[in-house]
């Protein structure tokens, strides 16, 4: 695939969280072709700092321009590197387990360019580089507020608009076949579609009654851990691995990093769409009147909604992502 080549970060739509902050972005880069030593003396390289072991297969750049930066071999096997056994998993897995660079949240996305072109050039491998890599980038854009007037609405836009989403801009196909980024189920839609939610400790019980998983496209879990700890460990008990974090963890978007003119700001534009929608709440309360119709049809089918939600986004589309 060859992209249009896009290095300009467009900004959120709200700028500002409610104490007057600039909301930053976490951003985690996940890529083959290079062990995690070369991609830590990279960032070191680029930015300044210095580089400290994490385990076996993990190090972390602290000092440097952009903050700390951790690089790792992303499988839970690291973190039981001490064992033989578990050396010798990671060690064999390399061909199809990613290393992941993780930045700690920016108010300014714009050097990770630099990141991407040196990466690019000391040989990483993208998503589309090897039948088996599933290799995706991470966004955490800080919440506006913890709370349901700022978190409900960007949650229902993801939603509504999912499907169309990945029609009309697909992730690569071994990400589909992997579990880490599956669809939202219809229960869940069906559950908040129309719906108000005056706490976000409602919307929370929904989501975990709907999907309480952490493998979507939007991960919401960490922000509702940070909502509430005591009311999330009480309703999942069994997500004792989710860290609480006053952020959005949108795991859709692709690294393509070894295609030309792909670029970290291109996939940004996938979450601007999402924001978007939520901003509009005429074009919200639109798509969320045409699920409940859509919801009730009989025989209805994906590709059904599909057309319905473009109906409702297409000018959108295409002004952000350049896609319908």
């Not at 960007?154 to 939603?159: L, M, T, V, W």
Request: proline content about 6%.
């Amino acid at each position: 695939m060859t992209f249009a080549r896009t290095d300009s970060f467009l900004p959120l739509p709200t700028l500002l969280t409610v104490a007057g902050t600039p909301r930053r972005t976490g951003v985690e880069i996940e890529f083959g072709g290079l062990p995690e030593s070369a991609a830590a003396r990279i960032v070191r390289d680029l930015f300044g700092g210095k580089i400290a072991a994490k385990g076996s297969h993990g190090f972390v750049v602290e000092g440097g321009e952009i903050g700390k930066v951790e690089v790792y071999l992303d499988t839970a096997l690291r973190k039981k590197s001490d064992s033989r056994i578990s050396e010798l998993g990671l060690d064999l897995s390399r061909a199809v387990v990613p290393v992941e660079v993780v930045t700690a949240p920016l108010d300014d996305l714009s050097p990770l360019t630099r990141v991407i072109q040196a990466l690019r050039e000391a040989g990483a491998e993208g998503s589309g580089d090897g039948v088996f890599y599933g290799f995706g980038v991470h966004f955490n854009p800080e919440v506006v507020a913890l709370d349901a007037e700022h978190v409900v609405p960007i949650a229902k836009a993801y939603a509504l608009t999912e499907n169309f989403l990945r029609a009309v801009w697909p992730i690569d196909a071994a990400r589909n076949l992997l579990p880490f980024t599956d669809d939202y189920p219809k229960a869940y839609l069906d559950a908040i579609a129309g719906r108000a939610f005056p706490t976000l400790g409602d919307f929370m019980r929904t989501y975990l009654d709907t999907t309480p998983s952490r493998n979507r496209g939007l991960d919401l879990l960490p922000l509702l851990r940070a909502h509430d700890e005591a009311a999330f460990t009480r309703l999942a008990p069994g997500m004792r691995s989710v860290s609480a974090r006053p952020a959005f963890h949108f795991r859709l978007p692709d690294c393509r990093i070894d295609e030309p003119g792909w670029s970290l700001a291109q996939e940004w534009r996938r979450w601007i769409f999402v924001e978007r929608v939520a901003a509009d709440p005429a074009r919200l309360a639109a798509l969320e009147a045409d699920w409940c119709d859509y919801s009730r049809t009989l025989f209805a089918t994906r590709s059904d909604w599909i057309d319905r939600s473009r109906a409702h986004v297409a000018d959108l589309a295409q002004e952000v992502l350049g896609r319908v």
